[in-house]
């Protein structure tokens, strides 16, 4: 069974550009979330997606959007890159309800 | 108010001593619980979910939960320096899952 697969794992950005993060989730998985992961705040969350519809968003600026695809393919965008952006980004995935994740590997942004 | 509280870390523990990890949520409502492990460098993993009161075990992983206290724990017997990681529980309700910096756990050889 394959896993949740996040490309592409690494992304060197200027400020000002925009980036596009990709996620796939686990076969049958319609939940996706995404995670902003820095070394001094933790996980924060960023979204989650059901059924191409944004459910949750977390404390981020508009700067940061998603979305979700029929085939419950997930991306989110980031447009003009700050520094501060550079982080590990996570999606995870579930079926719907109360389960528990699936992380893929993750892109480690990097705003320079 | 945070969501969740968890004790904070760093937590050293000699090789095969009990590695005590603990959570308190704020959302009464909470009806599964949660315990995910991350090595450094890696992505978050489940370990361990726990939906009813009392203890759930699987091999040297015992989480226990006391929903009218709001509180949760990870046990880990005879812990091995492998088990060196952060432990996450997460709360926040199943549909905007949040997660803190977690607990650091040392294991000591």
């Known amino acids: 069974k394959a896993g949740v697969t996040q490309t592409p794992r690494y992304l060197i950005k200027t400020r000002g550009q925009q980036v596009t993060l990709s996620c796939s989730p686990i076969?049958?998985?319609?939940?996706v979330s995404w995670y902003q992961q820095t070394p001094g705040q933790g996980l924060q969350f960023l979204f989650e997606?059901?059924?191409?519809?944004?459910?949750n968003k977390g404390n981020f600026p508009g700067r940061f959007s998603g979305r979700q695809f029929s085939n419950s393919r997930s991306e989110m965008n980031v447009s003009t890159l700050e520094l501060g952006d550079s982080a590990l980004y996570l999606c995870?995935?579930?079926?719907?309800?109360?389960?528990?994740?699936?992380f893929g590997s993750g892109t480690r942004l990097t705003v320079v | 108010q945070k969501e969740v509280e968890q004790n904070s870390g760093p937590l050293s523990v000699p090789e095969g001593a009990i590695a005590s990890l603990n959570c308190t949520y704020s959302?009464?409502?909470?009806?599964?619980f949660f315990w995910y492990r991350q090595y450094s460098g890696k992505s978050p993993e489940l370990i361990m979910f726990?939906?009813?009161?009392g203890d759930k075990e699987d091999g040297r992983f015992t989480a226990q939960l006391n929903k009218a206290s709001q509180y949760v724990s990870l046990l880990i017997r005879d812990s091995q320096p492998s088990d060196s990681a952060t432990y996450l529980c997460p709360g926040g309700g199943y549909q905007k899952v949040t997660f803190g910096t977690g607990t650091k756990l040392q294991v000591i050889p």
């Open positions: 076969s049958g998985h319609r939940s």
């Open positions: 995870a995935s579930r079926m719907d309800g109360n389960y528990g994740y699936t």
């Open positions: 997606y059901f059924s191409e519809t944004q459910r």
């Open positions: 959302d009464r409502g909470s009806q599964s």
């Open positions: 726990i939906y009813s009161n």
